[in-house]
C-alpha cells in the first residue's frame, strides 16, 4: 500500500508500507555532487506485553535513531530500494509535536526529515490536542444507544475518526 510520494530539489521516491515494513523506491537527485548520501529511519515501535505501554513513540529525535539499524547508504548511482522495519514517531525538541514515522535524508551535513503515516495515532507521550469543544462530549451526542460491545465498536471508530477523547 502506497503511503506517500515525495519529489523535491533533492529526491525523487515512492514510501510503501507492506505489513511491519517500509519500503522506499526511487532515486536521489545529482547524486555526483555528495559525499555522505544516507538514508535512516528510527527505530520500529516497542511491542510490550502491556497494552498501555507498547506502540508509544518515542520522546526524541535522539533516542528514536539511538543504534537504528534502519540505515541504508546511497549508491553512486543515487538508486534508492530500501526495505526498512516501520519507524515509529518521536516528538520534536520540545516535546509538543509528534514527528509521524519518519525517515532522514542525510546530505553531507544536512538533515532532511520526511514524515510518512502514523502506525499509532492514538498512542501518545502527552494528550492528543483539543481541536475542538467536543473533544470530550461528542460521543454523549452522537454515538447511538447499543449494548457494550457495539457500543465499544462506535466508540473506538469515533475516536479515529473524530480526534475524541
Known amino acids: 500500500m502506497e503511503i506517500i510520494a515525495i519529489t523535491d530539489d533533492n529526491i525523487n521516491c515512492r514510501v510503501f508500507r507492506e505489513n511491519d515494513f517500509m ?4 532515486n536521489l537527485k ?11 529511519a528510527p527505530n520500529p515501535p516497542d511491542k510490550r506485553s502491556s497494552y498501555s505501554g507498547s506502540g508509544l513513540p518515542f520522546p526524541c529525535q535522539e533516542i528514536a535513531f539511538e543504534k537504528t539499524k534502519n540505515y541504508y547508504e546511497i ?7 530500501i526495505k526498512f ?3 515509529n514517531s518521536y516528538y520534536n525538541a520540545e516535546g509538543t509535536i509528534k514527528i509521524c ?5 542525510i546530505l553531507d551535513d544536512k538533515n532532511y526529515i520526511y514524515e510518512t ?24 451526542f452522537e454515538l447511538p444507544v447499543a449494548d457494550a460491545e457495539d457500543t465499544m465498536r462506535n466508540y ?6 473524530f480526534n475524541i477523547a
Open 23 to 26: 519500503i522506499i523506491k526511487g
Open 30 to 40: 545529482n547524486p555526483s555532487i555528495y559525499t555522505k548520501k544516507v538514508i535512516a
Open 75 to 81: 549508491s553512486n548511482t543515487g538508486a534508492i530500494d
Open 85 to 87: 522495519t516501520f519507524p
Open 101 to 105: 514515522s519518519p525517515f532522514a535524508l
Open 117 to 140: 503515516k502514523d502506525l499509532n495515532p492514538l498512542k501518545t507521550l502527552r494528550d492528543r490536542v483539543r481541536g475542538n469543544p467536543y473533544f470530550y462530549s461528542y460521543k454523549d
Open 156 to 161: 473506538s471508530e469515533a475516536k479515529l475518526k
